[in-house]
């Protein structure tokens, strides 16, 4: 990829994709796809909130239950006017 240059006139440069939260109806079909497919590696899970976050590489991908207290929080379910991505951040 090369050295990092800041954008012109930009106050900082991002440097990598820090984490992306992504909504799921089926976190096990979610984590075999992420990991038995892509390669991830679980790293943490808090069941209470439905949430597992997975290693890739130096990010992470954080999976979100719609039917738990997070993925509920993010509105309507994927679908029909839902939405699987959350948000993404950016490591500056």
């Given at each position: 990829?090369?050295?990092?240059?800041p954008?012109?006139?930009?106050?900082?440069?991002?440097?990598?994709?820090?984490?992306?939260?992504?909504?799921?109806?089926?976190?096990?079909?979610?984590?075999?796809?992420?990991?038995d497919?892509?390669g991830?590696?679980?790293?943490?899970q808090?069941?209470?909130l439905?949430l597992?976050?997975?290693r890739?590489?130096?990010?992470?991908v954080?999976?979100v239950?719609?039917?738990?207290?997070?993925g509920?929080?993010g509105?309507?379910?994927?679908?029909?006017?839902g939405?699987?991505?959350?948000?993404?951040?950016?490591?500056?």
């Open positions: 990829m090369g050295d990092v240059v954008a012109p006139g930009g106050p900082f440069s991002p440097l990598a994709i820090d984490h992306v939260v992504v909504r799921v109806r089926d976190m096990e079909r979610a984590i075999e796809f992420y990991c497919i892509l991830c590696v679980r790293e943490r808090v069941d209470e439905g597992v976050q997975l890739a590489g130096t990010s992470l954080d999976l239950d719609i039917a738990k207290p997070l509920k929080a509105g309507p379910p994927p679908g029909q006017g939405r699987n991505m959350d948000h993404f951040a950016l490591r500056i």
